[in-house]
């Protein structure tokens, strides 16, 4: 499948890091992609143990949502992706927090990226698609390409945990970035999976669960007094 | 009771925050951003203006907490408006970030109140106490208070920082307090007008019946300037 810089002769790599920035200002910030409630149970307490949260993120909602943003940014339709997205995140909590964070995404890419495409899903979903739907149509706007969108999402699954981590944890930031340079490869494999995935079809997109992520975001939503909205 | 109407749609210039008005073509509510240490007083002075203005406006609050819901359940607890016109927004252990860098959660909040219960004449928006350098972005408010209080120390204005040298306004808090403390006003007063130049400053306390009447007045001439 084409790249869209080849029809619209934006998007190179430059582009790419504008919208992979973990500064993209997007929402993200908030959001701890599931690590807060893993530092409260003890799961995660060192480098050692977010660098495992990470992979299975990756491995997971990652790869999931790397898919649905090559499928968005390749040109399917977005509201059937939408609701592919929806049949994979069974947990209500995620749920709406995928659409928080596409709605942020949109609000974002409209004044960053203009354009037709944009502005059909935003009123189409005026409370927010799921974000790597939003994420592959803001790619498309870019004029960047699936693989683009797929990195994007991918590389979010591993660096929102770790930067909350940073926080929730004092850790070392060399070596809580260390982490995310040591996934690298493993990133790379993961959207290698979803482009191919998101070429095949739809019915080929992945499905990949992580349920103990569903279960601990549900509690996390009740908690009183927390740092991160997820 | 509003005091918007249609009119037709205009755009402010520079780098105001462009976008006036709402897509259906009415005018968006005033944003006024209150900004300031932990504690100062930020809350308390949003209760009052809130009590002050609801009969003649119509009033929504966003808050910004920074692990909590407290400064939204105190103002419901107080009831100083509807549940329906107070949002809390959380950010993400970095007040400032929410405010200021990244203001996408304050912005959805802002609009989520507007379709909710608008037409709205003002929005407040306060932010999660942070340190003297914390100020919000102009494309989330059209202008900004910064509270201090006394009790933070007097120097405080002579020291300076985005908040207390650009702030619309700055209010110095708690002057009750200024005997309990040993912090000098006059030295306050005179510190502040050197580092603001033109810019307003006001003295308040809280505790006072009618203690907010200073800022009051400066939200509503803002808030004319803002229909005019
Ligand atoms: N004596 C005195 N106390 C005040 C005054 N204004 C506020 N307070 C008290 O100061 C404390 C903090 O006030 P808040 O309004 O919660 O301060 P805040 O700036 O919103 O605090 P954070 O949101 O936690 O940063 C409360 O106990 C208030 O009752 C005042 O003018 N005089
Ligand atoms: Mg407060």
């Known amino acids: 499948m084409g790249r869209a810089s080849d029809q619209c002769g934006a998007g190179g790599r430059a582009t790419l890091l504008v919208l992979a920035d973990g500064r ?11 690590v807060e409630a893993a530092v409260r149970a003890g799961r995660v307490d060192g480098v050692a143990t977010l660098a495992l949260f990470c992979r299975g993120r990756l491995q997971t909602a990652g790869l999931v949502a790397a898919a649905l943003a090559a499928a968005a940014a390749a040109g399917t339709d977005p509201l059937e992706l939408d609701a ?17 964070l596409g709605r942020q995404v ?9 354009g037709g ?11 927010g698609a799921h974000h790597p739907v939003v994420l592959g149509v803001a790619a498309r706007s870019a004029g960047l390409g699936d693989e683009d969108a797929a990195y994007c999402c991918a590389y979010e699954a591993a660096q929102g945990p770790v930067t909350a981590a940073v926080r929730l944890l004092g850790l070392d930031p060399f070596e809580a970035t260390a982490v995310l340079a040591r996934l690298a490869p493993e990133i790379d494999r993961v959207v290698a999976d979803a482009v191919r995935a998101a070429h095949t079809g739809t019915e080929a997109l992945p499905a990949a669960s992580a349920p103990l992520l569903d279960i601990t975001a549900e509690a996390h939503a009740a908690w009183p007094v927390r740092l991160f909205t997820s | 009771m509003h005091l918007g109407h249609p009119h037709m749609p205009t755009e402010a210039g520079g780098d105001a925050p462009a976008r006036t008005v709402r897509p259906e073509g009415t005018r968006r509510a005033l944003r006024i951003g209150l900004g300031g240490p932990v504690g100062s007083g930020k809350t308390a002075t949003v209760a009052a203006l809130c009590r002050a203005l609801r009969a003649r406006l119509s009033l929504a609050v966003v808050t910004n907490d920074i692990y909590t819901r407290e400064d939204a359940e105190f103002l419901l607890r ?8 107070i949002k809390a927004v959380e950010t993400g252990a970095c007040p400032h970030t929410a405010i200021r860098d990244d203001i996408s959660a304050n912005l959805e909040a802002v609009e989520d109140l507007e379709d909710a219960v608008g037409p709205l004449d003002l929005i407040l928006v306060e932010s999660g ?60 007063a005179r510190d502040a007008r050197e580092r603001r130049g033109t810019l307003p400053s006001v003295m308040t306390s809280l505790k006072e019946a009618d203690g907010v009447a200073p800022v009051a007045r400066w939200v509503t001439d803002q808030l004319a300037a803002w229909v005019a």
């Open chain 1, 24 to 34: 993209f200002p997007a929402g993200g910030h908030a959001h701890s992609g599931g």
């Open chain 1, 84 to 100: 592919l997205a929806d049949a994979r995140t069974p947990s209500p909590a995620l749920r709406a927090t995928a659409r928080r």
């Open chain 1, 106 to 114: 949109m609000r974002a890419a409209r004044v960053i990226w203009p």
């Open chain 1, 117 to 127: 495409e944009l502005d059909r899903l935003a009123a189409l979903r005026p409370r």
């Open chain 2, 78 to 85: 107080e009831a100083v408006l509807p549940p329906e016109r």
């Open chain 2, 129 to 188: 106490g942070d340190n003297l350098t914390a100020t919000f972005s102009r494309g989330l408010v059209d202008a900004q208070i910064f509270v201090i209080d006394v009790a933070g120390g007097d120097d405080i204005p002579r020291k300076g920082g985005p908040g207390v040298t650009n702030a619309d306004l700055l209010v110095i808090n708690k002057t009750d307090l200024a005997p309990y403390v040993g912090s000098d006003l006059d030295r306050m």
